[in-house]
């Protein structure tokens, strides 16, 4: 049985042919994960929001907007779900600049169903580990917002790896001062250890995944 964070999880199919969007959703359906499907990228772009899970199934060759530039937008734009391109009209380059945009996989039609059932799950768990990763990155920021401008001075010094002594003396304040400046740290920051709070610190720096 699903557990909850499973069934939260949606794969998105963008393509013109109301054939394939059909094929697709059975297949998909058939190993109980849901489908949302559009027809056209503006429409993908207009009903979809960000902090969902899962993963986006995309045809390349579509009117208006194609797949490969809609990929591109999504990349612009931080879109967090993994992509997998499908086409029947492959070439190099354009493989190329699929996984130069971040394609999690391009697959060629005409596709094993396994193979792509397998790369749909494979790419859904990878959505859900960037989702807890961004949760973090985000808690971690959210805490050093709590930071006086003082303590921030004091946590990259920490960082750093300067020794209390060495930070009164850049910072031109007493090793007591310092001593409470730390204590502050460790409880707003809530780092049970100095090694805690240095990864917390370098953690809310990261870029996005």
Not at 19 to 39: G, H, N, T
Not at 91 to 106: E, H, I, K, L, N
Not at 109 to 114: L, S, T
Request: with cysteine; hydrophobic share 40%; charged share 30%.
């Amino acid at each position: 049985m699903l557990d909850k964070e499973e069934n939260d999880a949606q794969v998105f199919i963008v393509d013109d042919d109301a054939s394939v969007r059909d094929s697709l959703r059975w297949l998909i359906e058939s190993v109980q994960l849901k489908v949302q499907c559009f027809a056209t990228a503006q429409e993908f772009l207009d009903g979809y929001q960000n902090q969902q899970t899962g993963c986006v199934v995309l045809d390349v060759r579509m009117p208006g907007v194609s797949g490969l530039d809609l990929q591109e937008e999504l990349r612009q734009q931080q879109f967090v779900l993994p992509v997998i391109i499908i086409t029947g009209h492959a070439d190099v380059p354009m493989a190329v600049r699929a996984f130069q945009s971040g394609a999690f996989d391009f697959i060629e039609k005409p596709f094993n169903d396994q193979h792509l059932i397998d790369r749909i799950q494979q790419a859904i768990e990878k959505s859900r580990s960037q989702k807890v990763n961004l949760q973090r990155r985000q808690d971690a920021r959210d805490r050093l917002q709590k930071l006086s401008s003082r303590e921030a001075e004091v946590l990259d010094c920490i960082v750093s790896g300067y020794s209390n002594k060495k930070m009164a003396r850049e910072l031109d304040i007493s090793v007591k001062t310092i001593e409470t400046h730390r204590a502050n740290l460790m409880s707003k920051m809530k780092a049970g250890s100095v090694s805690e709070l240095v990864r917390i610190a370098l953690l809310a720096e990261r870029e996005n995944d």
